[in-house]
């Protein structure tokens, strides 16, 4: 008899992951299936880490993130939102995936459940089962006009073991941004109800039509039940350096810090060097990369419109596509079958939860060219497809 919990064994692998490893180390395949950008992380902050590393800053370091690094988040969410943090209320976490888990540590146990708006990234309802919690999963409209919300729905899926409610703004997938009165709405309901806001905004500069997105922290108290999750991935090309952070209400800082104490007992403190560069020189990349990913989102938008059999679902924010492909059922064996007849790695909607089965997930944070040769293959190999 095993040692492991069967819970744990009986944890599906996200989909995405059958895929990539089904096309792992394929001489000419184009990766769109992972949330990544096809550049890598700009020199200056590079440089910044190194010169740390050299400095010698290798010893442990603070739970929370070095002071100079919540100083900068704290100018940083007071530059882009206005707001004013205590530097008691944001912690530096090994990844924005590792903020969630410490969310769901401290916030759900076995009996509990959590509300989660799908389609989302399936590692964040992972982290909710593996600490027991059950998900409830509210689907979002989709119609020719993109995603919307019906909060009603929403509080509907709510009881008294409801602990979390999950949602990303900008999402993953779909680009869904939710509106500034329908936050007031859901927080409103949470601070009644005692439930917590688990708000991913870890795309928040992935925007085309405002400089950033609205987040929940402008229109919150400091003891309002939210945490908000953000990493360094995605605006400046970080997603290798496994850094993010979080803001919680101030009356969870005890338990923020033992977590992180219990978990990772903090970051490598030469890396932190970098993020530090990033958020006070990083606006001119932030601009550049941006604009790199509205022209990917022309590329596609435009391409994926002039194919017959394909549906594309428009987006806010963020830098994917999700689109459907008429016939296909089976969007796991469509993109398994993409990998080997078409050199094109892509993710299928299965992995997002409901509302997405039928649709499947591109990254289109590449360049032009790189774009309309994905988009040449897609064209090709979706006007032969059959399922089997």
């Known amino acids: 008899m095993g ?39 700009p020199e200056f902050i590079c440089a910044a880490a190194s010169r740390g590393l050299a400095e010698g800053r290798t010893f442990y370091s603070y739970n929370r ?28 976490t090994l990844s924005g995936m590792n903020a969630v888990m410490l969310v769901a540590q401290a916030t759900v146990q076995p009996g509990d459940n959590v509300v989660a708006i799908t389609p989302s990234w399936p590692n964040i309802m992972r982290a909710m089962q593996i600490n027991g919690a059950a998900v409830r999963e509210v689907m979002l409209d989709r119609g020719n006009d993109g995603w919307r919300l019906d909060l009603d729905a929403v509080f509907a899926a709510c009881d008294a073991r409801t602990r979390v409610i999950y949602l990303a703004s900008p999402g993953n997938p779909t680009g869904w941004m939710i509106g500034r009165e329908e936050a007031e709405r859901l927080l409103a309901f949470a601070r009644a109800r005692g439930i917590a806001i688990l708000s991913d905004e870890v795309y928040h500069r992935i925007v085309y039509d405002r ?27 970080m997603t ?7 803001v919680y209400p101030e009356y969870a ?41 509205r022209t990917g989102r022309e590329v596609v938008n435009a391409r994926l419109g002039d194919m017959p059999r394909v549906r594309n679902i428009p987006s806010a924010g963020a830098f994917y596509a999700m689109f459907e492909v008429d016939g296909v059922m089976d969007t796991l064996r469509f993109c398994l079958r993409a990998v080997q007849e078409a050199g094109l790695g892509m993710a299928p909607g299965t992995a997002f939860g409901r509302g997405a089965e039928r649709l499947v997930r591109i990254c289109y944070a590449k360049s032009p060219e790189n774009l309309n040769d994905a988009m040449d293959r897609l064209e090709r190999f979706a006007a032969d497809y059959r399922e089997d």
Request: overall charge negative; aromatic content about 12%.
């Open 211 to 237: 400089p950033v997105a609205f987040s929940f922290l402008e229109i919150a108290r400091p003891d309002d039940p939210l945490f908000v999750v953000n990493s360094f991935s995605k605006a400046w090309a």
């Open 65 to 92: 993130g070095i002071p100079a690094l919540r100083d900068a988040l704290i100018n940083y969410h007071a530059r882009l939102w206005g707001i004013t943090l205590p530097e008691r209320r944001i912690a530096l």
């Open 240 to 246: 290798g350096w496994r850094l993010g952070w979080m």
């Open 253 to 293: 800082l005890d338990a923020v810090e033992k977590l992180i104490q219990f978990n990772t007992s903090g970051g490598l403190e030469f890396l932190q060097a970098g993020c530090i560069a990033a958020l006070e020189q990083g606006e001119e990349f932030v601009r550049f990369f941006v604009d790199r990913c």
């Open 3 to 41: 040692v492991v919990r069967q819970q744990i064994e009986e944890l599906e692998d996200s989909p995405i992951l059958e895929v990539f490893r089904s096309g792992l180390n394929l001489p000419g395949l184009i990766p769109m299936w992972a949330g990544e950008p096809d550049v890598p992380t």
